[in-house]
């Protein structure tokens, strides 16, 4: 009898220890349900600061030819030496080119005035991204009225990519006017990629 005894007290522990590990089982699948849980929440989060970061991002900039260019030589880049406006630092005046600091949407535009001209002349201006054209404006005209010339466009960045504009065919007597914003190059980030 004493080993039956002996025996009935290890299944009753067996028992017991059975009960136990259902319940440590039951704690453990709820610890990977809030673990779970809590990765779907640390994810959300993460999307939210990305988002809140996206939408803190303001990168703008205006620049001017601050005097006149007097016969512009062919394939040059314009150097918009005057910054009117620069958030983000992310255009240059000294070189007139502009760098994007993230990947996005961006929108870019050019503005040439051109001084009148008493013979036939031809200007045009593109707007090149990583030396690709990629927009056009002519000023093309016999006239002794002020010529002018937009181009603007969209274009998706990566960070790194540099957009310039440079004068592309040019034939006579050419100026562009500068000063008082007649001519302009502008661009911003319309959305964070």
């Known amino acids: ?65 601050s005097t006149n260019i007097v016969n512009p030589v ?7 030496n005057h910054s009117i406006l620069n958030i983000g630092n992310n255009y240059n005046s000294r070189n007139g080119v502009f760098v994007a600091p993230i990947p996005g949407l961006y929108h870019f535009a ?11 002349h031809i200007f045009h201006v593109r707007i090149m991204k990583n030396n690709e054209p ?20 969209v274009l998706q960045l990566n960070t790194g990519d540099n957009v310039r504009c440079k004068t592309e065919y040019i034939w006579g007597s050419n100026t562009i006017n500068g000063g008082s914003t007649l001519s302009t190059f502008s661009g911003f980030l319309i959305q964070a990629a």
Do not use: C, W, Y
């Open 134 to 153: 990629v927009a056009v404006t002519f000023m093309d005209g016999n006239t002794h009225l002020f010529l002018r010339g937009t181009a603007s466009i």
């Open 74 to 80: 062919n394939n040059v880049p314009i150097v918009f």
């Open 1 to 65: 009898m004493t080993q039956f005894n002996v025996l009935q007290s290890k299944v009753s522990a067996l028992e017991a220890d059975k009960t136990e590990l259902k319940a440590l089982q039951s704690k453990v699948g709820a610890l990977e349900a809030d673990k779970i849980e809590f990765n779907a929440l640390q994810s959300k989060v993460g999307a939210l600061e990305t988002d809140m970061t996206k939408e803190k991002t303001m990168i703008a900039f205006v620049a001017e030819v």
């Open 110 to 120: 050019v503005e040439i005035t051109a001084l009148s001209q008493s013979t036939s």
